[in-house]
């Protein structure tokens, strides 16, 4: 399901600022030899992330799911001097391809790229963070959202992706995943420990500010 036309993404992603060398060649290079590249952020949400990271100006971000790195090197923009983004993911075969890239990067010394299940690497985190990115398998989200939650500093923000799961959240027969990402939609809904707003960008955009 697409919200709106290609003509008019393609109008958008003109009058966005465009990708920096680096961030065109892993698009490239992930569309090319990496399977499923539909899940990487692009240019348009890779730029709306970065944007976002420099309103913050993060000293230190969680990214929950890295995929090939493009959505870690936009959020990496935005940290402070001496900040830090520790971004985990289970994928182990594609580790090579996401650390090479990662090294072409000004930004490679900020980012602490990590292997291995988030729902045991979490919980041994000390930080307190200022931003964390969830990206990663639908079924945890609200697992993720939980066990993040007293990590993230007062005024902090917390970023999920792909809540409007290709509208299928509006589907009357729901998968298990699109049942745990609207269980995940409504629990945040009615949180009121957060300020919230969803954005129709790209694939869904949650916009969650802790009070």
């Known amino acids: 399901m697409e919200f709106i036309t290609q003509e008019l993404a393609n109008y958008c992603n003109e009058h966005t600022s465009p990708e920096n060398e680096v ?35 993060p000293t230190h971000i969680l990214e929950i799911g890295t995929y090939t790195g493009y959505s870690a090197l936009c959020l990496a923009e935005g940290l402070t001097t001496n900040g830090k983004i520790i971004t985990l993911d289970k994928n182990e075969e594609i580790e090579e391809f996401v650390r090479n890239h990662f090294n072409k990067s000004p930004f490679n010394s900020k980012i602490d790229y990590r292997i ?36 993230v500093i007062t005024g902090g923000y917390i970023i999920a992706d792909n809540v409007l799961w290709s509208g299928k959240i509006l589907d ?6 699109t049942a745990a990402i609207c269980a995940f939609n409504d629990f945040v809904m009615n949180d009121d420990r957060v300020e919230k ?7 869904g955009l949650y916009m969650i500010r802790k009070k």
């Open 197 to 203: 707003v969803l954005a129709p960008i790209r694939d």
């Open 23 to 57: 961030l065109k060649n892993l698009n490239r290079e992930t569309h090319l030899k990496i399977m499923m590249p539909r899940m990487l952020s692009g240019h348009l949400q890779g730029r709306y992330l970065s944007m976002i990271s420099h309103m913050i100006k």
């Open 172 to 177: 009357a027969k729901k998968d298990k995943d």
């Open 116 to 151: 291995g299940n988030a729902m045991e690497i979490i919980p041994q985190l000390n930080q307190q963070f200022d931003l964390v990115f969830i990206d990663a398998d639908k079924i945890n989200y609200l697992n993720y959202y939980n066990l993040i939650f007293d990590k």
